[in-house]
């Protein structure tokens, strides 16, 4: 079992209601808002206020990949205002655990994201503090980027590191995913797939979110 999760990041932010409203008829279950800062990524996206609203506007997870430096400042701030679930990068935090441990008592699922070249032994010590692991497939800080052929690799080692810890840990992929690789990411281990321009891509987020739905079932 696999969901889909549609990052806004490629939707038409003026008409948001309506894409997200889109996104929900195709069947996704998670709606992944990407907030960037300018610092620990290359671009500056969205944040508080616009989580606020979007969180009026859907009963979907709302799931909050924080891109910034010292997220221990905003990371509960994210759950106050609606996420359900909100990942810090470990290259951002050097008190990792203690963010965890805070996005958990303000109420959220805690996450933590990983970028392609950080080995997953980095994270391996904060995994029983963690609800989830996002593996970033692309250099975070924009949609659109080319899917990084060995994560595929480390999306594996990542799913056995999680087992033979019998973790509940679940595992999120972002970056580059489509419908023609969804398939073999899915076999890999993931449970949670982001999405930004394979979902909206072409204009309309229903049709986009049921093709990956298709091409991620059929790989058995
Ligand atoms: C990249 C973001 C992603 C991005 C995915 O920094 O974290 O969530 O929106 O977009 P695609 O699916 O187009 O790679
Ligand atoms: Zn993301």
């Known amino acids: 079992m696999f969901e889909i999760a549609p990052s806004i990041l490629s939707a038409d932010f003026t008409k948001l209601g309506e894409e997200i409203r889109q996104i929900e008829a195709g069947g996704a279950t998670v709606l992944h808002f990407d907030v960037m800062d300018g610092r620990f990524v290359p671009n500056i996206t969205i944040g508080l206020p616009v989580l606020k609203s979007v969180r009026k506007a859907t009963k979907l997870t709302i799931y909050c990949h924080l891109m910034i430096v010292e997220p221990n400042r905003y990371a509960a701030e994210f759950v ?10 470990v290259e951002a935090d050097v008190h990792l655990q203690r963010t965890l441990t805070a996005i958990r008592e303000a109420g959220g699922k805690a996450g933590v994201a990983i970028n392609p070249a950080t080995p997953l032994n980095s994270l391996e010590e904060a995994l029983p503090f963690a609800d989830f692991v996002l593996l970033m497939s ?14 595929t690799d480390k ?8 087992d033979e810890r019998g973790l509940e840990t679940r595992i999120e ?18 449970e ?3 999405s930004g321009t394979g979902v909206f891509g072409k204009g309309n987020g229903a049709e986009g979110v049921k093709e990956l739905i298709d091409a991620g ?3 058995v």
């Open 80 to 89: 106050k205002a609606g996420a359900d679930m909100v990942s810090v990068h």
């Open 138 to 151: 692309v250099n975070p800080g924009f949609g659109g980027q080319k899917f990084i052929s060995t994560m």
């Open 155 to 162: 999306l594996r080692r990542l799913r056995r590191m999680i």
């Open 173 to 190: 992929i972002d970056g580059g995913i489509d419908a023609t690789n969804i398939a073999k990411i899915v076999e890999a281990g993931a």
């Open 192 to 194: 949670i797939i982001v």
């Open 217 to 219: 079932t059929n790989w």
